[in-house]
């Protein structure tokens, strides 16, 4: 959640951090901020309200400053407004702090320093940080560095944090627990941002701040970094290239849709240098690395939140069905609170697109802690969850902008299926004739999903005839009854219209009472395997009055005669079939959001990347 951007160079420094914060406007966007040094004085611009907003007020092009630091804020403590927007300053005016994260213990220290004379104008725990340090530096006669390191020993909680002083205006100082930073190296400049897609215009050379670590930036002395302990330590450069145009709309009225559009390239982005038909050969390389001692592991647990965690339902089928290795699938908010039980013989999946999520992370810590191996499914390269796991597989999906997750999500089910096939195999589990007819499925995957998208025009005009629900249920079963927990979730995010997931056969143990003739029923009937099963589902809602939108195999003539619509996929696997059902259904929640004029790309209350519990 929020976003960070800062800048010290020679550059304006402005124009840098407002272009940043529109491009980390995914991360939050309930309010904006701004801190440079301005003739040798803070000047601290922020207002409710999206990074528009603040660029209104701001007048880049006169202001000199060539150091700053900017914020983007999804609320945590406290409501969006002017005054609880980032940067917080100290009391005396010459520090400037932006933060994510939450301090735990934020409530105690605002006691003692009202107690000390410290007013507070915010409700944030953010503000507490700006005079706490000032607090420290002033008691005990430290310089802002050394006033930083003994705050960060006292505070409980996660951050980032990026601190400028007017009197050190040559000097950027930041820290990290549990919360994204990096460090961007330009030329005779230097970058901090949540992640590499604001900067990556600049430079394509990064340090990955770790947990417990402060960095400080000299425009004249360069960079070091170093613990909470004040030892210095050596930051490790990666090189990595982000693409600009990948975090542009491309000609697409929203970033949504170009993510949907873009799902045939980034399911064979995902299978790219793992999947050779010719030579018959799946090779994921992070399992393939450990193949040999994760085929003894006697469990999978899967974590996830979110989007990520219906990634996780699906999985669960995968490896049961296809490797025949028992699993488990568990929200990463619950899993740590409920004494799990785990051991060396589990092996651990965490699955993430940004890599980032606190919940996620905390899960692994766990599960590291008591003996298991941990493998890491993301999409953002020098992600905190890519460093900490055992091992893992990039889903090389690209920057995912749109906060409703649509690319990613294919991209997750990609290559974890070809996992779940790939140690299937190694198992013994898949013969012959089993594997060539995955293998040759696997090869059509990104073709037919192109296919699908031809259907956009039919599927916009379903929307326009539900568009006004109140209320909807998705169905599935099966593979595809995680699909209908996503459709319903895709629909909830960005319409704002209430919808819920449902195994097809739950339906009559409960949702059943609501179906009439207002209540559109999405039923994904792919399944040709238990499809009479879901004839008798459509069937009873049909009894009822209910509105049915099947998602069908092409050619299925049975279920297109009772459906009210119908949208046709190609037929695959069934196992692969939720990576191709799934899409219409974002599609249709698109289309509805528009027509309803929702903002789609930055709905309300959300954010991309959930960096606090």
């Known amino acids: 959640m929020c976003g960070i951007v800062a800048y010290l160079g020679s550059k304006q420094a402005a124009p840098i951090l407002i272009d940043g914060l529109y491009k980390l406007e995914y991360r939050g966007y309930d309010s904006a901020g701004i801190t440079v040094i301005e003739g040798q004085q803070l000047a601290t611009y922020k207002c409710k309200g999206k990074v528009g907003q603040l660029d209104r007020i701001v007048d880049q092009d006169k202001m000199e400053a060539t150091i700053g630091i900017a914020h983007t804020r999804w609320a945590t403590h406290g409501p969006p407004n002017d005054v609880n927007a980032h940067p917080h300053n100290s009391q005396d005016g010459t520090l400037s702090v932006v933060h994510n994260g939450i301090i735990e213990n934020y409530q105690t220290w605002k006691k003692i320093l ?42 409980v909680g996660a951050y980032a ?28 400049e230097y970058f901090i941002a949540s992640d590499a897609t604001p ?51 491309g000609g697409y009225p929203h970033f949504m849709l170009k993510e949907i559009h873009q799902q045939p390239q980034t399911i064979a982005d995902s299978m790219r240098g793992r999947f050779d038909l010719e030579a018959q050969r799946l090779s994921v390389g992070g399992l393939l690395d450990h193949i040999d001692k994760i085929s003894q592991m006697k469990r999978i647990i899967l974590v996830a939140c979110g989007t990520s965690w219906h990634t996780a339902l699906v999985a669960e089928y995968l490896f049961e069905d296809i490797a025949r290795i028992s699993c488990e699938v568990e929200y990463a908010s619950e899993f740590r609170y409920r004494n799990p039980i785990i051991n060396e013989n589990d092996l651990v999946i965490a699955i993430s697109q ?42 090389h999906a690209g920057p995912e902008i749109g906060v409703a997750s649509t690319k990613a999500f294919t991209s997750q089910l990609t290559v974890l299926s070809l996992m779940a096939i790939q140690l299937g195999r190694h198992l013994g589990k898949v013969n012959d004739t089993e ?32 568009k006004s629900a109140n209320n909807a249920l998705y169905l599935g079963r099966g593979y595809n009854f995680p699909v209908a927990l996503e459709g319903a979730l895709k629909l909830k995010e960005i319409s704002y219209i209430h919808a819920e997931g449902y195994p097809a056969a739950e339906m009559k143990h409960g949702p059943i009472a609501l179906i009439d003739l207002y209540m559109p029923v999405v039923v994904i009937a792919t399944n040709e395997s238990i499809q009479d099963k879901l004839i008798s589902n459509i069937e009873e809602v049909k009894a009822r009055k209910g509105l049915i939108i099947a998602v069908i195999n092409e050619g299925d003539e049975k279920i297109k005669a009772i459906a009210d619509y119908y949208i046709e996929i190609p037929p695959i696997k069934e196992a692969l079939s939720p990576i191709l059902s799934s899409i219409p259904l974002q599609l249709l929640a698109y289309h509805i959001a528009v027509m309803r004029g929702c903002d789609v790309d930055q709905p309300r209350n959300l954010a991309k990347s959930v960096t606090v519990e």
Do not use: C
């Open 161 to 188: 944090i990026v601190i400028i002083d007017q009197e050190n205006p040559d000097v950027l100082l930041a820290a990290r627990k549990s919360s994204p930073l990096v460090f961007g190296i330009g030329k005779d």
């Open 199 to 249: 900067i990556g215009q600049y430079t394509d050379q990064f340090i990955f701040l770790e947990d417990d670590q402060i960095i400080r930036i000299d425009r004249n002395d360069g960079y070091r970094i170093f613990s909470l302990d004040n030892e210095t330590v050596s930051g490790e450069i990666q090189e990595i290239d982000v693409q600009i145009e990948e975090i542009e709309k």
């Open 354 to 395: 940004s890599g980032e999520t606190a919940d996620t992370l905390a899960a692994l810590s766990l599960a590291k802690e008591r003996g298991a191996m941990t493998y890491g499914i993301v999409n953002v390269v020098g992600s905190s969850i890519s460093r900490v796991t055992d091992t893992g597989s990039y889903t």
């Open 435 to 466: 594997y060539q007819a995955y293998m040759l499925s696997l090869d059509s995957l990104a073709s037919k999903a192109a296919t699908i998208l031809t259907q956009d025009d039919k599927i916009k005009y379903i929307a326009s005839e539900i």
């Open 114 to 155: 009202i107690e000390e004379g410290y007013v507070f104008r915010s409700d944030t725990d953010t503000e507490v940080l700006a005079h706490l340090l000032e607090y420290f530096k002033k008691k005990y006669e430290l310089s802002t560095q050394e006033a930083l390191r003994q705050m960060l020993k006292k505070v």
